[in-house]
């Protein structure tokens, strides 16, 4: 029997314990992040050699120059046409539904005339350039590639650069034909913290990127803190989690299974159950045992569970949506009667799955909404990747004679407030006398 961290939300100390269940130790570790500085510092200094030197080392490579870990765009279809044609339409499909989807979410610019003639408005416009860090080896996700670099071309930028290891030198041909059918415009096969480098420093053959988006290990994710400032990123990613809250009236096995679809991640990653029918928790332990014993990633799911799981009773409704607020969860099921009245209470979650009949697993592929989302009580103060995070906005002013006049006596009033005297004289010159 799986040992399942088990808590009551009558409990006096209820969300002390929860908040312990929930601790997720996020802090850099030392080891790796002298190792990243250090490979960050030599690709900055010495380029494409460094790339390659890092490249041979860490993915088993005999690279002798950067033209070898340079795709073109007739090896991406080359890869498109490779793939069985159910892939392809598989792949196709959830592209066109991503593609739907972001296009609803462009921002577009506007401005307005005051009486005066004084013209505000907000000009929007894409990012230039954006690098797209994709796994590889055994983390190789084709999904990714769609939702990080639609939405981006949604957004009108210019060139989507994608780099992704190929360790032992071989390549996912998933990956490509998802690369050629998002539009990616360029790929270079290196991963790893040297990627990063290459990204935000350029290289001779690696152009300098303005963003880096997409998912990677501990040495990715502690590279794209250490250079943001020098480009913008999308997010320092926690484990996967997913929390369900069910009323007792869906299949068990169902619940279990939507369990274990975050579970099968990795070690960390954590699936919590919310639930005022503590006989249904009963079942879905049982669901958990037996199904459980057919799942290749069988091992990480259990140390999944046995370390990270939460099963939490409430009394109703109400406190599973009060216990899901405060968690403000990456993903969240309302497996409940009346699902989308429920999900209008929700405040705080990266997506919400309406109804018993929405699986989290459809929101990872082809739903449409992009599946990179807040993690760890992040979703309190951000949003999931969209086409907005690929679109900047920049202020419009443009003053008329008599806006600039009247408008400039009040800016002379605070500049001089502020001790800043030329501030206020700019403004003066323009006041009608």
């Not at 030198?169 to 040297?194: E, H, K």
């Not at 152009?207 to 999308?234: E, L, Q, W, Y």
């Not at 320092?236 to 929390?243: F, H, Q, R, T, V």
């Not at 900047?392 to 408008?407: D, F």
Request: charged share 20%; with cysteine; proline share 4%.
């Amino acid at each position: 029997m799986l040992n399942i961290n088990s808590l009551n939300y009558a409990s006096a100390d209820f969300y002390q314990q929860l908040d312990t269940a929930l601790a997720w130790e996020a802090s850099i570790d030392g080891d790796i992040a002298k190792i990243v500085a250090d490979i960050l510092a030599d690709v900055k200094r010495r380029g494409d050699a460094a790339v390659i030197e890092y490249t041979n080392k860490f993915d088993r490579m005999s690279l002798k120059s950067a033209s070898e870990y340079a795709l073109n765009k007739d090896q991406l279809q080359q890869a498109l046409a490779s793939i069985d044609a159910e892939q392809r339409q598989a792949l196709e499909l959830a592209a066109q539904r991503v593609r739907h989807y972001a296009e609803h979410q462009k921002i577009e610019s506007w401005s307005f005339t005051e009486d005066d003639g004084t013209v505000l408005g907000q000009n929007v416009t894409a990012i230039d350039r954006v690098g797209l860090y994709v796994p590889g080896g055994k983390a190789a996700y084709p999904s990714s590639v769609l939702m990080n670099a639609i939405p981006a071309k949604v957004a009108g930028v210019e060139e989507l650069i994608m780099v992704v290891p190929t360790p032992d030198g071989v390549t996912n041909p998933l990956v490509l034909a998802a690369a050629a059918i998002a539009g990616v415009d360029r790929v270079f096969t290196i991963g790893g913290a040297q990627a990063v480098a290459a990204l935000a420093y350029g290289t001779e053959s690696i152009p300098k990127v303005d963003k880096i988006t997409g998912p990677g290990n501990s040495f990715v994710a502690t590279a794209k803190r250490m250079v943001f400032g020098v480009v913008g990123i999308d997010m320092i990613a926690g484990p996967s989690e997913i929390l369900v809250v069910c009323d007792g009236k869906t299949d068990p096995d169902w619940i279990a299974m939507d369990l274990f679809s975050q579970a099968e991640h990795d070690e960390e990653a954590q699936s919590i159950l919310v639930c005022p029918d503590d006989d249904f928790i009963e079942q879905v332990k049982q669901s958990i045992e037996r199904l459980l014993e057919d799942m290749p990633r069988k091992e990480i799911i259990k140390t999944s569970l046995e370390n990270r799981a939460v099963i939490i009773s409430v009394a109703n409704i109400e406190q599973a949506i009060e216990v899901a607020n405060h968690i403000a969860p990456e993903h969240l099921e309302l497996s409940v009667d009346n699902a989308e009245q429920w999900a209008q209470k929700i405040r705080h979650a990266g997506a919400i799955f309406m109804g018993r009949y929405t699986a989290e697993a459809l929101g990872d592929y082809c739903a449409g909404p992009n599946h990179v989302l807040p993690t760890s009580g992040t979703a309190r103060f951000s949003s999931p990747l969209g086409v907005y995070d690929f679109q900047k906005r920049t202020s419009l002013i443009g003053c008329s004679a008599q806006g600039a006049s009247e408008l400039g006596k009040t800016a002379s009033i605070l500049a001089h407030g502020e001790g800043l005297t030329a501030h206020a004289r700019s403004a003066e010159y323009r006041i009608k006398k």
